[in-house]
Structure formats: C-alpha cells, structure tokens
C-alpha cells in the first residue's frame, strides 16, 4: 500500500534544504543528492517495486539513467505557472510520471500480439522502456522553455552538459510550447545512456515506440506513447490538487488534430496518388481526395484507434473537417467538389474534398504534382456524400454487409473500488474497446471495400447474410492482426481452448467500421447466432460470461459468445489461453 499512498499526501517538493545555493541562486548537485529527498526515495521504491529486475540490473539500467536525468534537470520547475512550478518540480514529475506509467504497463500483456513465453521473456524490458519514455517525455522543455543563467554570467544550454555553477532559471518569453516534444531526443544518449540504448535497440519495433514517443509522433508511439500520455496528466492532476479519478475526464488532444493526424496516416500510407483509379491527386493548388471513400477511411483510422467525437453521419464529419479549416470549401460554401479528373485518354466525373497540400506534407516531401488535369464542374455538390462512379479501390478487404438495425443492453461488469491513484489507469481487459485501440498496438485496418456506386454492399450481390459476412471481416482481422486477441481492451479471447468473442462490442465495432453506424449491430449479431457456430452454455442459452481477473487482482465480468478456433482461425494455428479470463458458467456444451 505504499505505493498507492505516496502520491496522496503533500511532501517536501523542492528538497532545497540541502541542495540550496546563495540566496537567489541555486547550486548543483550530484544526482544521488537530489533524489535524497523522503518523496523522491519513495517514489524510486516504488519504481523499484514495480519492476521484477535483480538488483544489478536495476542499478545498472534503471537507477543510474534517473540519476542522469536528475543531474540534467537539477532543481529546475517543469512549468513557469502550471504544474510542477516550483524548484525541482521538473525531476518530482520525471518521477511521478514513471510511477503512474508503470501502473499503467502492468494492464497490458506486452509485447502486443506475442506469445506467453516472449511476453514473458521481454516483458521487463518493455517496463525500462516506459521509464525511459516517461523520463524523456518533456525533458526538452529544460533546454527550449528555459535561459539557464551561470552566476558567472554566460548562459548554458544542457546540450553542454551538467550546470557547472550555481544558476538562475528565466523563462523564456514567446516559446514555442510545442518544441520541446521535437527536441527530447537531444538528451536521450545523456540519460538512457549507451547500455540502455542498446538494450532497447536489440527489440526494434520497441525502439521505435519509444522514439516516437519522446519525440511527439504519437499517431506511431502505439501502447508506449498511451501510456506515457495517461501517465502524465496523473502527475499533472496530482499536481494541481485534482482528483486522478478524474483524467480521464478531461479534454485530450483536439478532435481537430486527430482528423490531421488520420488525414496525414490514410494519404501517406492507405491510398494511390496520381494515377488512374487513384484515390488523390495532388495539384498545383491543392490536394484532391475522393468522396466518400477516403473520408470513410479517415473515419475508420479514427474509430480503429478509440478515438471519440468522431461524427458517425459523413456529412457532419465533412462539416467537422471544413469547421477547422482542413478542407476548402467550394463556391457554394459547401464541403464537397464535384470535378472531371482526365488523364489521357481517361476521364471520370467525382466528388473530391479539396485539402491544402502543407496538411499532409512538409517542402521537399511533396509529390510530383499530377501529370493529368483536375477541373472542378460547375453546380458543385452539397457536403452530403455522392453516389457516382469511383475508382476501385485495391483491397483484400471483406464487403461489407448490409444495414441492420436493433439495440441490447451492455453485458454486466462489477464495479472497481479504486483509490486515487488506481483510478488513473486503464481498466483491465474490461474497458470498451472503444476507448482507444492505439493504446493495443492494434495496426489500424482500411475501411470496408466500395462498390463502383461507392457504396459498401454485402458480397456476392447481397446473398451472404450480414452474419456471414461479419464472421469474414473478423477472420480476416484475427488473420492479419487488425483485430487483436488475449490483450486488454481486445474483442476476442483465447479461454478453455476456445475463442471469446465479446458481445456486443465487437459487433458494434464491425457495423462503425463498414457503415459509421453503430446502431445497426443487433441484426448483425442475430445473423450471426443463426449460423450455429457458437457453443451453447450449460443451460442451452447462447451466452457465456467470463470472469476476468488482473494483475491488481480486480475482477470484472464479460458476456460472449464461444466459438471453436478453427472456425475463426488457420487450421493448426496455436493459440494460448488467456491467463487473466476464466468461464464463470461451466463447460460449454458440444
């Protein structure tokens, strides 16, 4: 209970007793001096205490990098008149955030998508890796937010290394408040330090996490960089005297920079450019996408990642998107142009949003602009989206199905008694899926294929039923990763040798992600039943309930559906049980 308690209390904050210099001045110290403090011992004890690392490599890979990071923010504020603003507020929250980060790891069955015994094996280090993050995460800001003033009189910048002199601390006036994020590499190697670095670096994709992280790309940081975030604003809540109960409450990043962010992923790496059937063109003027498709692949990278206040009716989000000014609107003032696109001897007739080029890409990334020509037709159409011919799109994608409707109720979950600090974490593999995807790891899916009028449609001309072709989107999920299994906040559970599949979220996610429309799951699931794959439970109903139970020991319940491995899964595949979930009914029925 220490751990929990800790960050409950008041403490001596600065620790300037002893480390304080000439009045007005203050002087540096080794970093062992620093975090000598009663609060800084504890919160290191509970650092230490989330870890399972013997003590050498403790010392080696954890404990020293925090003296380091100690030794560069000395008694430096980590705001002018926010959070952490007094001396030593930077190194208090440095702190904090690990503390708060290492909880968070430990909802997670990390690496992502990976076997019990890789999990088991690498798991340690993917906990230093979010120490490493958490310390790192705005460590910048001591270097582009603040003149360090020597009372020599020259300034130092901690790119030189440690403050050789006692020191004044101004802040500095007109700062870019974001710079910081794009400069915390600077001071990577000086904390991590090269034993560090290389262990790291010997699980690339965890490199990158971590780089990513530090250095604001968190559209690519995966599960490192939510962590990280929550993290971050617990120490910022505790800071300010609110409850971390509360976090999750408060506004995150503006829906405004995650459509940037979507638009930039889908143009980037979702869609053909240019050519013929492409879904954009770039022109001297601006940036074309076809309507509806690339915007319901914008929606569906936003849906994939949890993200929230995402408009389900595409013309509301086509309003969302020219309210902030990402798209141009066309003479009519509406969202939506309906131009002739020819390139030789080809030449079609489409509805485009219109994007300024520098949303997407920097000066020299630019493309070649389009060797074709561009028109926009007069009588432009309304921001709705048009049905008209669009090229076709290359995907292994499964139709989807067609419009359902009907509602039922969420499955039962027992509520957690949580203290301040619990409050601050994901739930354990009980949280709706929902809430953020990216968080998982989970790589973020193309939208469901179009027909030619632009329309998504069942396959094979409406005879699959929307359940068949539900059961085709999910195996094609399982099969490529898109949807992800035996992890918290997954839809599917290896248990008992079977697989889980957890109702009704995972229908609702198919129908967001096919039609934007997440009403429209009951049919799907009734579809669904009436193909007899699922195992009864013991009293002859269709649903099963689990119980889930984690690290911390909190438990919740989950209601699904059971079904056998191979009738979601390649034949042969070997999948382990989820450790965490146990069936509370029984043994289903054959």
Avoid at 114 to 142: F, M, N
Avoid at 234 to 263: H, R
Avoid at 374 to 403: H, K, T, W
Wanted: hydrophobic share 35%; aromatic share 6%.
């Amino acid at each position: 209970m220490l751990i929990l308690k800790l960050l409950r209390g008041r403490r001596n904050t600065t620790g300037t007793d002893s480390v304080q210099g000439d009045v007005g001045w203050e002087s540096p110290h080794t970093g062992a001096q620093l975090l000598a403090t009663p609060y800084r011992q504890q919160l290191l004890r509970a650092i230490q205490e989330s870890t399972s690392l013997t003590a050498p490599v403790f010392e080696a890979y954890v404990k020293e990098p925090l003296q380091r990071y100690a030794e560069r923010v000395q008694l430096l504020p980590a705001s002018e008149s926010h959070h952490h603003s007094y001396p030593g507020g930077m190194l208090d929250h440095g702190l904090e955030t690990c503390v708060f980060g290492l909880r968070l790891r430990r909802q997670h069955l990390l690496p992502p998508k990976e076997s019990p015994e890789r999990q088991s094996s690498t798991g340690e280090l993917w906990s230093v890796a979010v120490i490493y993050a958490c310390l790192l995460h705005d460590i910048a800001k001591v270097i582009v937010d603040v003149d360090i003033r020597l009372k020599s009189g020259r300034s130092w910048c901690l790119w030189e290394g440690i403050i050789p002199d006692q020191y004044r601390v101004r802040y500095i006036k007109g700062r870019d408040y974001f710079l910081h994020a794009a400069a915390n590499p600077l001071l990577c190697k000086e904390v991590i330090g090269n034993a560090g670095l290389e262990w790291l670096r010997s699980q690339p994709e965890l490199f990158g996490l971590v780089m990513y992280a530090i250095s604001g790309h968190s559209e690519r940081s995966g599960v490192i960089g939510e962590i990280v975030s929550q993290a971050d604003r617990a120490s910022v809540a505790k800071s300010l005297g609110g409850k971390v109960s509360n976090i999750e409450k408060a506004p995150k990043d503006s829906l405004q920079s995650k459509l940037k962010g979507a638009i930039r992923h889908v143009v980037k790496e979702k869609i053909r450019l240019n050519e013929k059937g492409a879904q954009g063109f770039v022109t001297s003027e601006a940036l074309w996408l076809v309507t509806p498709l690339v915007p319901r692949e914008i929606k569906s990278y936003l849906l994939s990642h949890g993200i929230e206040g995402v408009p389900s009716n595409e013309s509301r989000l086509y309003d969302e998107m020219q309210s902030h000014g990402l798209i141009m609107e066309n003479p009519e003032g509406r969202s939506v142009w309906k131009c002739r696109v020819e390139m030789g001897e080809w030449q079609t007739d489409l509805s485009m949003l219109k994007v300024h080029k520098s949303l997407v890409w920097d000066g020299d990334e630019e493309p070649e602009i389009f060797s074709g020509n561009v028109e926009a037709i007069e009588g432009c159409e309304s921001g709705r989206a048009n049905r008209q011919e669009l090229p076709e799109p290359e995907s292994d994608e499964v139709p989807a199905p067609a419009e359902t409707t009907g509602e039922m109720a969420d499955s039962n979950r027992t509520e957690y008694t949580r203290d301040d600090l619990e409050a601050s974490i994901l739930d354990i593999a009980t949280g709706g899926a929902e809430k953020t995807a990216a968080s998982l790891g989970i790589e973020p899916g193309k939208g469901p294929a179009e027909s030619d009028e632009g329309v998504a449609h069942p396959a094979s001309s409406g005879q699959a039923s929307p359940g068949e072709d539900f059961l085709a989107w999910l195996r094609g999920g399982l099969k490529t990763h898109k949807i992800l299994m035996n992890d918290s906040k997954a839809l599917v559970h290896a248990v008992d040798g079977k697989l889980f599949i957890v109702s009704p979220r995972v229908f609702k996610r198919y129908c967001q992600e096919v039609s934007g429309e997440e009403n429209e799951w009951k049919a799907v699931q009734d579809s669904f039943q009436k193909l007899k794959l699922h195992k009864k439970n013991k009293d002859g109903g269709s649903f099963h309930k689990v119980k889930v139970v984690g690290p911390n020991k909190k438990s919740s319940t989950l209601s699904g559906y059971l079904v056998g491995k191979d009738d979601l899964m390649e034949e042969g595949k070997e999948v382990f049980d989820n450790p965490f979930i146990n069936l509370i009914d029984g043994k289903p029925e054959e």
